[in-house]
C-alpha cells in the first residue's frame, strides 16, 4: 500500500498536481456557505429591503420565499398568491435541476481526462468512483429538496459557474500536449 502511495505521489509531482487541488475550491467555498446559511434562514432582518420589496418580484420569481424548502412549498402550495401548480412544478424543478447540474459536472471533469465507466469489477477504485458519480448528484438533489430555496439556488448556480469553468478548462487543455505539460512541469 505504502509502495502504491509513493508511485501516486510521483505521478502527482510527474505532473505538477496536487491532491489537494480539489480541496481548496471546497475550503474556500464552505465559508461562504456558512455565512449564506443563517442570512438565508433570516433574510428579513439581514437585509430589510426585502419585506418591503413588492409581491411583483416574488411573482416573477414563482419562488414565494427563500427561506422555504421545496418540500415546504409542496405542502404550502395553497397558501401563496401564486398558483399552487407553478409553485409545485418550481418545488420540483430545482432539485431536479441541481442534480442535472452536479452530474454534468462529473461528466465534464471526467471528459477531458479520459475517465471511462469500466466494467472490471475487481477494480476497487472503479467501483468507488461509479458510486460517488451516482451519490453527489443524489445527494444535491437531497439537499435542494430539504434546505431553503435560497441555498439551493446558490448550489444551482454555483454548479453551472463550475461547469463553464470546466468547459473553459476542458477546451484549453485540449489544446496542449501531455509532453509538454510534463516539461512545463
Known amino acids: 500500500m505504502m509502495k502504491q502511495q509513493e508511485e501516486i505521489q510521483q505521478v502527482y509531482d510527474k ?13 474556500i467555498q464552505m465559508p461562504l456557505l456558512f455565512a449564506l446559511y443563517p442570512v438565508i434562514y433570516d433574510i428579513e432582518r439581514y ?18 420565499d427563500l427561506t422555504i424548502a421545496p418540500i415546504q412549498m ?16 418550481t418545488a420540483i424543478a430545482l432539485p431536479v435541476i441541481s442534480g442535472a447540474t452536479q452530474f454534468l459536472n462529473i461528466k465534464l471533469s471526467q471528459a477531458i481526462s479520459g475517465v471511462k465507466n469500466n466494467s472490471d469489477k475487481n477494480d476497487p477504485m472503479n467501483s468507488t468512483m461509479k458510486t460517488m458519480n451516482m451519490t453527489m448528484p443524489l445527494m444535491s438533489v437531497f439537499f435542494v429538496a430539504t434546505l431553503p430555496t435560497g441555498i439551493g439556488l446558490y448550489w444551482i448556480f454555483s454548479a453551472l459557474v463550475r ?17 509538454d505539460l510534463i516539461e512545463k512541469n
Open 163 to 179: 461547469s463553464l469553468q470546466q468547459v473553459l478548462i476542458n477546451k484549453h487543455l485540449k489544446q496542449i500536449s501531455v509532453e
Open 15 to 27: 505532473y505538477g498536481t496536487s491532491m489537494m487541488g480539489g480541496c481548496l475550491p471546497m475550503l
Open 74 to 89: 409542496i405542502k404550502d402550495s395553497g397558501s401563496f398568491e401564486v398558483p399552487a401548480a407553478v409553485i409545485i412544478i
Open 47 to 64: 437585509v430589510p429591503a426585502i419585506s418591503k420589496a413588492s409581491s411583483d418580484v416574488n411573482t416573477f420569481l414563482t419562488i414565494p
